[in-house]
């Protein structure tokens, strides 16, 4: 018993051996909540919820959770609150599920760690959000640390779907390269989409809220320019990957990712000459998740870690594909 009070994941692991498709659902539901806490968590903003809880950690200087005097921004912004302890059941699902896996895969666990650390990190983030008044700068750190936790889960979902060998690449350093600048572009477009919203009109709160010193047109036109960049990279990956007969599986996440770029494309558009309604801006938030969970998936893509341990999901053909040469890439 006191093993199992000093060490409770062992305890469980000690007892229970999840089906590798357990473990896979426990990472991909710790990726879908991640995801919903992001549109969630736009859906306060938008609706100008931002102070409808006016403090941290209580919602009121008078009261733990939201009452009715708060009205509906109170129950929205307080929702949101308690969204944080779902995304932290299904992070504590996806490390119980990994702990328990057989044979141990230790990096997976430590995946599931990182996760709770963000989440964990980002609930702090998230009430000096309040307590600076919803501060641009502060509220562009909470989304940026919401991405991270999306690519700690996204990386964890993809490691509960491969083995454990040493990476092996299946296309040359050039085309290698080249997606893991693409991916650095993209990065760099959804940090500039927070500079976007930031100085746009939707400041989260009805009151005169802060907003970024940036000119909303320029800054739209930069995030557009960069958004172009992105499209027509993966589009001349997805061409190269083509031309060099790599794997279908890496292929496929390239067409994915260019599929996703269209529509966010599309949406960013309208929401731009439709003078940025709420509900399309929230689906362009949607949006962007989507296109950096699709961004990670094609660099993931580019190795092979064989099959994961007790499973044949995933397995690579019996005559796999060397890896493209460098000159032929």
């Known amino acids: 018993m006191l093993k199992a009070v000093r060490n409770p994941l062992a305890f469980i692991a000690d007892r229970w051996t999840p089906h590798p498709r357990t473990v896979r659902r426990a990472a991909l539901t710790a990726l879908v909540m991640s995801v919903c806490i992001v549109v969630t968590g736009g859906a ?17 200087d008078d009261s733990l959770v939201a009452t009715s005097e708060m009205g509906l921004h109170g129950l929205i912004e307080f929702g949101n609150r308690m969204l944080t302890y779902v995304v ?14 057989k044979p141990r ?29 919803l501060n641009p700068y502060i509220v562009a750190a909470h989304f940026l640390a919401a991405t991270a936790l999306i690519t ?3 990386v964890t979902w993809q490691r509960t779907r491969e083995g454990d060998a040493e990476p092996r690449p299946l296309v040359g350093p050039p085309v290698r390269r080249a997606v893991f600048g693409l991916t650095a572009l993209t990065g760099a477009l959804i940090i500039v989409g927070t500079a976007v919203t930031g100085s746009g009109e939707h400041a989260g709160d009805s009151s005169d809220i802060e ?35 790599a794997p279908g599986g890496l292929r496929a996440r390239a067409r994915d990712l260019f599929a996703v770029l ?4 599309a949406i960013g558009y309208a929401q731009y000459f439709l003078d940025e ?37 995933g397995a690579p053909p019996a005559h796999a594909p060397e890896p493209v040469p460098a000159t032929t890439a």
């Open 44 to 60: 306060v903003r938008l609706t100008g919820s931002g102070l409808g809880c006016d403090t941290w950690p209580k919602c009121s």
């Open 88 to 101: 932290s059941a299904a992070v504590g699902w996806a490390i119980i599920a990994a702990r328990s896996a």
């Open 105 to 133: 895969r230790r990096g997976l666990t430590r995946l599931g760690w990182a996760q709770f650390w963000v989440v964990a990190g980002n609930g702090i983030i998230g009430g000096v959000t309040v307590l600076t008044e």
């Open 152 to 154: 700690a889960a996204t």
């Open 211 to 245: 907003r970024m010193p940036f000119d909303w047109e320029t800054i739209t036109r930069v995030h557009s320019a960069l958004a172009w960049a992105v499209v027509l990279a993966t589009a001349a990956i997805w061409i190269v990957l083509r031309l060099v007969d």
């Open 262 to 265: 269209m529509a966010q494309g």
């Open 277 to 313: 309604p709420e509900l399309l801006v929230g689906f362009h938030l949607l949006g962007s998740t989507l296109v950096w969970i699709a961004t990670l998936r094609l660099l993931l893509a580019t190795r092979d870690r064989g099959t994961a341990p007790g499973s044949d999901h």
